[in-house]
């Protein structure tokens, strides 16, 4: 049995998360993979016992990514404008720097992987967002909502903004590259329709 060589691996990783990033699912094939790697398709399933495992690897990796970056100097006890404005920094900064990775997550959104990418998301981000949550409420900054109002209001405008931005333009297929300034224009709009 050959060793397993860490470089070639992440290699395999990369190259699986752009062509289902760029083609979905349904574009994505264990020879597709080897190809675009360079490689046998034995060597693949050296690091993976086939195909359904090497995705299912990749999301639980990927949640745990995620849920990292987003706590990066995140604090639940902080104020509502304080700490929205740290989640939207670290969600903007995630994505804009990776790409290739934001398409992916968009994939795995409609994909029999969703489940298990947000299960280990949630691991490791569930309880400091939810502490946040019942914080600034009980503190009266923000009135009670249900959950998904709230992430509607809070966070889908620039998951818009980061989605035109990556497709390269924005409605009607106008050129759109975004920048700090729209990103925090748009942030103040989400923090005045959301405070008491």
């Not at 999301?59 to 990514?65: I, M, P, R, S, V």
């Not at 920094?89 to 959104?109: A, G, K």
């Not at 409605?171 to 405070?195: E, R, S, T, Y």
Request: aromatic content about 14%; overall charge neutral.
């Amino acid at each position: 049995m050959r060793a397993r060589d860490i470089d070639k691996e992440n290699l395999v990783k990369q190259k699986a998360i752009e062509i289902i990033g760029k083609g979905g699912f349904e574009s994505f094939s264990v020879n597709k993979l080897a190809k675009a790697c360079g490689i046998s398709v034995a060597t693949i399933y050296i690091y993976y016992k086939d195909k359904h495992d090497l995705l299912s690897q990749l999301a639980t990796e990927h949640g745990h990514l995620m849920g990292q970056s987003m706590l990066h100097n995140f604090d639940p006890e902080t104020s509502f404008e304080v700490g929205l404005r740290q989640q939207w920094e670290n969600r903007y900064r995630y994505m804009i720097d990776n790409p290739t990775i934001s398409l992916f997550y968009e994939q795995l959104r409609t994909s029999p992987y969703q489940e298990q990418f947000l299960a280990t998301f949630k691991a490791d981000a569930y309880e400091p967002f939810t502490k946040f949550s019942e914080n600034i409420v009980a503190r009266g900054e923000i009135m009670a909502m249900p959950l998904e109002v709230y992430w509607s209001v809070a966070f889908a405008p620039l998951y818009a903004l980061v989605k035109f931005n990556n497709e390269g333009e924005s409605i009607g297929g106008k050129p759109f590259k975004m920048n700090d300034k729209m990103l925090w224009q748009a942030f103040d709009l989400v923090v005045k329709g959301l405070k008491k």
